[in-house]
């Protein structure tokens, strides 16, 4: 199997508190983690790739100070939205790439953040 | 980044067979089209790959012209539960072989 977790499934904070979102993989190692961004109606939006011991790299657009990730170790990788408002409310998706080569990418099943 | 372009809807009869198409002409000799699903609120699930030749699997089958210029994604026999959004994606080749999402196709299936 190939099975990815996300914790928690949805969670409601206040404006300008921080939301840790962990993303796991429970059957296998992940050298290569991403983690993707849905607002309604719109596709799956890349915002970081994370590997496991060094620094995230963030595509164009998304502020790294904002969205912080950690990717300690082969099964776990977290994302932290700090100072949040309401405009990063969302969908959040992460996903993991097996390490030994297979280059298909198996996702979690998403955390719904709402910012009040 | 070859990019992939879906009709944006689609509608199938249940039992029937599905047909998904997806243009990738911009496609590198070593690029793979990769095909998943979205249920609504749901992750993205896998559901079948390829580079040159058709592929079957349990899901699905793939099958992607001789020019690699577009592929088709067929679903034998749909049920009512295949209803989802269905993404072509063409897995960039360097570094961290990224996913590039498009639009996608929005697979309705009608009882």
């Known amino acids: 199997g190939a099975v990815v977790s996300q914790h928690p499934s949805r969670v409601i904070c206040k404006s300008g508190t921080s939301v840790k979102i962990e993303c796991r993989s429970l059957d296998f190692q992940a050298t290569t983690m991403f983690w993707y961004r849905q607002f309604p109606k719109q596709s799956l939006m890349l915002m970081a790739t994370?590997?496991?011991?060094?620094?995230?790299?963030?595509e164009q657009g998304v502020e790294k100070d904002k969205f912080l990730i950690n990717h300690a170790s082969l099964t776990l990788s977290t994302l932290t939205v700090t100072s949040a408002h309401p405009e990063d409310s969302s969908f959040y998706i992460c996903?993991?790439?097996?390490?030994?080569?297979?280059?298909?990418?198996?996702f979690g099943p998403g955390t719904r953040l709402l910012v009040l | 980044d070859a990019k992939t372009t879906q009709p944006p809807s689609m509608d199938c009869a249940e039992g029937r067979a599905a047909n998904l198409p997806c243009n990738h002409s911009?496609?590198?000799?070593?690029?793979?089209v990769y095909w998943y699903r979205q249920i609504h609120s749901q992750g993205p699930q896998y559901i079948i790959h390829g580079l040159k030749n058709n592929e079957t699997n349990e899901m699905a089958s793939l099958i992607i012209t001789e020019d690699r210029k577009s592929s088709t994604l067929i679903l034998p026999h749909a049920t009512l539960r295949d209803t989802a959004v269905y993404y072509c994606?063409?897995?960039?080749?360097?570094?961290?072989?990224?996913?590039?999402f498009g639009t996608g196709t929005r697979l309705k299936v009608l009882a």
């Open positions: 994606i063409v897995r960039v080749t360097s570094g961290t072989y990224k996913y590039i």
């Open positions: 911009t496609i590198s000799g070593n690029e793979y």
């Open positions: 996903s993991a790439r097996k390490a030994g080569g297979e280059e298909t990418q198996y």
């Open positions: 994370s590997n496991e011991g060094s620094k995230a790299t963030y």
